[in-house]
């Protein structure tokens, strides 16, 4: 027996190696990592059928108690049997792939160990297929643990290889399972746990690599936003460059907008000369096409420079209302600096700033609104809101990667949204139902479990134009003000529906009310306190009674079981021509 373990390890290796290799092919990462398909399942049978017939081929010849080690086993003798590992490859693909990709495997894997022959063939043909039908149910209902911990991967793959060794001993083959019983139960399970720790390891490090680029993309886009909101100019793209070129691995930034180099920080800078006209071909093309473009080599670039030292550089269009207003451009002095992490952190930051971009250019344009209180109550929301979902979806990147990108995404959603409206007097009732959503996702990140929220909305409605800004202020009030003192608990209903030919829409929380002195002066004036001014719901009072006169109604109840706010606005008739000509 103790001979076996030493030939049993030099097998284990060559899965490992094998292990190895696999766990860096992109196509198997993100099959581990992201729902599998027929494809996908597909991929994994084939690749552990491989390994299992390669097990067979590379076993150790067992005769009786004597051992015989050969390279490479094409045939097995009538009176002998093998040791190799082939259920640690059926018992991963198993985990791996679900239920019919283990049995697939193990079909595969046993059918060619009962073709080599020996006596054992068809006890362990047998064993292979139960022990790929039975790891593949294990996976399936524990993969995300079993994918984050090698310990579930050895303990399934030695109780297989215990149920193995059962099954020969049920078939008469006591001293055979004497010999070989516990050398391969063990080294089959260091086996999976060295192959499942390479393939997490892999993985962990991709997360790794993921927060990284969500917080870095986070720090800067909160250091550059004093920057870009005023806009595409000189002193601020010098600065954004400055920062961006000091928190990535870029030799040299440049931001440019439509015809000029704005700002050019790092390497080149003596022909790179901002302001002035573009040093590069690449540049003019980005701005045409308005897509990513990648240089990687010095001829790629297309510098009119002869001696110009970069050889690599990514450029990326900043974009104002789906138009290309300018670029984002990262260089580098060796073509292997620009890698994949390099090229995400900068798509990323390329759409974090566009959506900046949009924030100065709202902030300007307040004469389409009677945009004085809007942008006061902007002024309160923004600054708050964004550097606290910064501050979550930074805390998620160290716990859960692919929910900060998720909630990155509704950040910008939101913000989009909000500047989408500003430019507005009247906005389709969904898109002001689309901003309270991605509000809440971000709010609800912040305080899990903390409160629900209930939509009673009637289908019809979604088309009907509303002003903007109405209605994510008093869910926001709701949740900063009512339900505060709630650990959990909290509810908040939000209806629209139509009577008499007019929409109603109400705010409904549990929260603890407020004072009969403070209610009568909501909505009729800012409010003084220490929870705040009440600009949010003063500016819906006065935006309705500017639109619609004295057929929009804003009414404030509170009960003991919390408060419910209430708008009513028309239906009937073309407002939208009306409203714009009284702003104009």
Known sequence: MI????????????????AFILAQMKSFRQVVQHEQGIKEK????????????????????????????????????????????????????????????GGGVGIIAGFHRYLLGGYTAFSCAISSVIAGFFAGIVGKYFKGRITTSPWFAVTISMLMEVLQMIILWGSGFRRLVETIGVPMILLNGLGAFLFMLIIISILREEERTKAFQTHQA??????????FRKGLNKQSCKRVAEIMLKRTEADAIAVTNEKEVLAHVGVAEDHHIAPGDFATELTKKVLKRGEILTAHSKRDILCFHPDCPLQAAVVLPLKLHGGTVGTLKLYFVSANKLNKVER????????????????????????????????????????HFLFNAINTISALCRVDVEKARALLLELSRYFRRNLQGARHILIPFEKELQHVRAYLSLEQARFPDKYKIKFNIEETLKEALIPPFILQPLVENAVRHALSARKNGG???????????????????????????????????PVHSSEGTGTALYNISERLQGIYNEEALFQIKSMENGTKVTITVPLKGDYKKDVESFYC
Do not use: C
């Open 218 to 227: 986070m720090k800067i886009a909160e250091e550059t936003l004093p920057h």
């Open 491 to 525: 509810e908040i209903i939000i209806e629209a529906y139509t009577e008499q030919g007019k929409l109603i829409i109400s705010v409904q929380d549990n929260g603890h009310g407020i004072s009969s002195e403070r209610l009568y002066m909501l909505g009729k004036e």
């Open 3 to 18: 001979h076996l373990v030493p030939l049993m390890i030099e097998r284990v290796g060559v899965i490992v190696i094998a």
């Open 42 to 101: 597909l991929f994994i049978l084939f690749i552990f059928g491989v390994f299992g017939i390669i097990s067979n081929y590379t076993g150790i010849e067992v005769h009786q108690r004597e051992i015989t080690a050969r390279t490479w086993i094409d045939e097995i003798g009538t009176e002998n049997a093998i040791a190799n590992t082939r259920i640690m490859n059926i018992v991963i693909g198993g985990i791996l792939g679900g239920p019919l990709v």
């Open 344 to 383: 995400e952190l900068a798509e990323g930051l390329a759409n974090l700033f566009s959506v900046q971009l949009e924030l100065a250019q709202a902030e300007n344009q307040g004469k389409l609104l009677k945009d004085a209180e809007i942008k006061a109550l902007q002024a309160q929301v923004h600054p």
